[in-house]
């Protein structure tokens, strides 16, 4: 006749008896198997491979994405001077508009104040680029669809000045990997610092904008001719510490953005005279090349 065991019975007996066995057998303390054990000391095992090179990959791609500083040598107080005699400009638009009489004196109002609206606005976000530290998103965009959206927002100021817009675009796309937001501020900044000085000149003119590819780079340029530059003034475009120049500190803060905009994405920006002693602004920035397109 068989024996049934009472699994409740087993697990009454007294867990002391089981150490004094092991006591008297003098058995070594059992320790847990190491997943490792019997394995060379410098081995790596599969998951640990992958998550070592993963944060290698991390912090390299945070190293060569590590955006640069912004200049140091901003005058935030007088530049937010600036802004607020923009703000005073303003005030005398909505004089015009007042003179409810004068339907001529209120279209021309409200059309100026709209484009005061536009630089304070524009000043205001080339100061901010200037004095943060910025982190610019990363995606895949056209610069040429950018600079038509640009282009619209200036045809007051152009009407007015007496300027016309003289563009020359690629058909195919000028595609780069960027932030939509900062290259618009950029190239806001160079077509109404090129809108400033025809202003300054008070003479109608032409200015010319074209953008194009050469290999794995964005080439982006923006001319004016009507107002003159010798290489001294030239120079002291980019001095924001300098007000006895035509069109004071706003341009230099305006050109100013444009250059960070360019180093915020891995490229240059630079301005240089016209043989017809005007300048021109040029943006170099890196393009998305076809094979990185079709690998996407």
Do not use: W
Request: proline share 6%; hydrophobic share 40%; glycine share 6%.
């Amino acid at each position: 006749m068989s024996e049934s065991l009472d699994p409740m019975a087993a697990s009454a007996v007294p867990q002391e008896d089981f150490s004094e066995l092991i006591d008297s057998i003098g058995a070594p303390p059992v320790k847990p198997r190491s997943i490792r054990q019997g394995l060379p000391t410098e081995y790596r095992m599969r998951h640990d491979s992958h998550y070592v090179d993963e944060l290698a990959a991390r912090s390299s791609t945070a190293r060569s994405e590590q955006t640069p500083p912004p200049p140091a040598s901003v005058p935030t107080t007088a530049a937010l001077r600036d802004l607020c005699q923009e703000f005073e400009g303003l005030a005398s638009c909505f004089n015009l508009i007042q003179q409810g009489a004068r339907p001529l004196r209120e279209r021309l109002g409200v059309t100026l104040a709209k484009i005061g609206v536009q630089r304070s606005i524009r000043y205001a976000q080339q100061l901010r680029l200037l004095l943060e530290n910025a982190h610019p998103s990363r995606r895949e965009v056209r610069l040429d669809e950018l600079m038509r959206q640009v282009f619209g927002e200036f045809k007051e100021e152009l009407r007015l000045t007496e300027s016309t817009l003289s563009v020359n675009l690629p058909d195919s796309s000028l595609l780069l990997q960027g932030d939509a937001a900062l290259l618009m501020n950029g190239i806001r900044a160079c077509l109404g610092t090129a809108i400033a000085l025809v202003e300054l000149s008070g003479t109608a003119a032409d200015i010319h904008v074209a953008a194009f590819a050469a290999g794995d780079r964005l080439h982006c340029e923006f001319r004016q001719d009507a107002y003159t530059l010798d290489t001294p003034q030239l120079a002291r475009l980019f001095d924001m510490e300098s007000t006895d120049r035509q069109g004071g500190r706003t341009i230099a803060v305006a050109l100013g953005a444009a250059k960070r905009v360019a180093q915020l994405h891995g490229g240059a920006f630079d301005a240089r005279p016209t043989t017809s002693r005007g300048c021109v602004f040029m943006f170099d920035l890196p393009a998305v090349t076809s094979a990185a397109t079709k690998a996407n």
